[in-house]
């Protein structure tokens, strides 16, 4: 069990510049985690990657190349429960909508949503006020 308690909260435009320092925030929690028993590089791996996918998808769908735009990204850390909240002003979608990715006929892009599903233990994206909000929770122990 982890008894570290993180919490990272950063804004940034919506510019692919920030993407690998967004990045390496979930590299750094990991880092800081206390008593984790697990693969760390492999952790820290799942949320660089998950973190850069998910704002990734905010700058190119959500916000309509408009660099002026911002991107809050929030990290929780508490009792072996990662909690990853990341916000966008864009449109929206239904995450239930996503097509699973063709395999056999890969394209370009579409995968990240399916790579954040395939590495947290819950998936979720609801409206919270003026904000669509991307949350992700992976269980640490």
Not at 53 to 59: D, L, P
Not at 95 to 122: K, N, Q, Y
């Amino acid at each position: 069990m982890c008894s570290s308690d993180i919490q990272v909260d950063v804004i940034v435009p919506t510019h692919t510049k920030y993407l690998d320092l967004i990045g390496s925030l979930g590299e750094s929690v990991v880092k800081e985690l206390e008593n984790f028993s697990g693969d760390r590089e492999a952790l820290a791996y799942q949320l660089n990657l998950v973190l850069t996918e998910a704002t990734a998808n905010v700058i190119k769908h959500a916000n309509d190349s408009n660099h002026k735009d911002t991107v809050r990204i929030s990290i929780h850390l508490q009792d072996g429960l990662l909690n990853i909240k990341i916000y966008d002003h864009g449109q929206g979608f239904d995450l239930d909508s996503v097509p699973t990715p063709d395999f056999d006929h890969p394209e370009e892009s579409g995968m990240g949503l399916f790579f954040i599903r395939s590495m947290m233990d819950a998936v979720t994206y609801t409206r919270e006020g003026d904000c669509n909000v991307l949350e992700v929770i992976k269980y640490i122990n």
